[in-house]
């Protein structure tokens, strides 16, 4: 099953408006990881926060994460139509640190 | 540096076949990851190499194989292949753990007919 959940599934926001994705997963973790994959193909890593952080920032994205609540959310403010793409989070599971577990994805689209 | 480079980009096979598919990581990274995209499935962890060794293989029957070699460039074999195998074939690198920032190549498109 999967390790982590991204909601909502698909987002369309107009451009300059924030859009926010969230991730959920199962089991405790060591970090997780926001991705970005534009149309089919390599993905490109945005951020990646420890379980012992609770925010963190790089340039127009912020992500935050709840360890009690084992979910966290990626915030992209000012979007672009350059922001077009699908967002993954990936998380690994504390007892194994030789996997990582994608979430389904959330495809962004940003309107003009 | 370079990054990820994966080769051929695009291929098409026949049931029945094998394919190989290889995988150059960034200069200095010891860990190679696979992993298998695909519309229904989304993206499925493979296996992963350290310092020629698999280190970790996500559940995937074994005619899904791999190998490193000393300069840490990986390849990924799938044998008697199945329609079900059609896909993006992405390899990822980090410095020495999967936990780390990967890096990700462009992917090989694989059409199984």
């Known amino acids: 099953s999967q390790q982590g959940e991204e909601d909502p599934q698909a987002l369309s926001i107009q451009e300059g408006e924030n859009a926010t994705m969230n991730c959920s997963y199962k089991?405790?973790?060591?970090?997780l990881q926001w991705y970005r994959q534009n149309s089919g193909r390599g993905l490109v890593h945005l951020i990646l926060?420890?379980?012992?952080?609770r925010e963190k920032h790089s340039g127009r994205l912020r992500v935050t994460l709840d360890t009690s609540k084992k979910s966290s959310s990626l915030l992209i403010t000012a979007s672009r139509a350059a922001d077009t793409a699908s967002y993954f989070c990936a998380t690994d599971r504390y007892s194994s640190a030789s996997k990582i577990i994608f979430g389904s994805g959330t495809r962004l689209s940003i309107r003009p | 540096k370079a990054g990820v480079t994966q080769t051929p980009r695009y291929l098409i096979k026949t049931r029945g076949q094998q394919v190989t598919l290889s995988c150059s990581p960034i200069?200095?990274?010891?860990?190679v990851s696979w992993y298998q995209q695909t519309p229904g499935q989304g993206l499925q962890f493979l296996f992963e190499y350290f310092s020629e060794t698999q280190r970790n293989k996500g559940n995937f029957p074994g005619r899904f194989s791999g190998r490193q070699f000393s300069n840490s460039r990986s390849e990924m074999n799938v044998s008697t292949l199945e329609l079900g195998d059609s896909a993006l074939y992405l390899c990822?690198?980090?410095?020495?753990?999967?936990?780390?920032?990967?890096?990700f190549g462009p992917g090989t498109r694989l059409l199984v007919l």
């Open positions: 926060i420890r379980s012992n952080e």
């Open positions: 200069s200095g990274h010891r860990s």
């Open positions: 990822a690198s980090s410095l020495a753990t999967v936990q780390e920032t990967q890096y």
């Open positions: 089991t405790s973790i060591n970090n």
